[in-house]
């Protein structure tokens, strides 16, 4: 059973840097397709950046420039690197595991971005 927990999550002055992290437990994670998503206030789940065991990575339009997804296969870690950050980036940041479609989900650490 994958285990993901998140933390990182606070709040922050706009223009203001963050670092998310995600530890991975409870399978191979060099398996993996790991990901961060986000949820504002009254809107739906939204892709924010993926990366592959082989460190290809691929990020929403709105985050590209600003932030920067990494992983630690040794560690079995997932970060999220985000700079320059907006009011509208402010939401619940959810890791995530994919194995071929097969999903898992951390619980999620809040992010708010506001002055």
């Known amino acids: 059973q994958v285990q993901l927990v998140e933390s990182g999550g606070a709040l922050v002055q706009p223009g203001g840097s963050l670092k998310l992290s995600c530890a991975f437990s409870?399978?191979?994670?060099?398996?993996?397709?790991m990901g961060w998503y986000r949820q504002a206030p009254g809107k739906g789940r939204e892709l924010v950046a993926t990366?592959?065991?082989?460190?290809?990575?691929n990020y929403a339009d709105s985050v590209k420039d600003r932030f920067t997804i990494s992983r630690d296969n040794d560690g079995k870690m997932v970060y999220l690197q985000m700079n320059n950050l907006r009011p509208d980036d402010t939401g619940v940041y959810y890791c995530?595991?994919?194995?071929?479609?097969?999903?898992?989900w951390g619980k999620g650490t809040l992010v708010t971005v506001s002055s």
């Open positions: 990366i592959t065991p082989r460190n290809t990575s």
């Open positions: 409870g399978s191979i994670f060099n398996l993996y397709v």
């Open positions: 995530n595991a994919d194995l071929s479609g097969l999903r898992d």
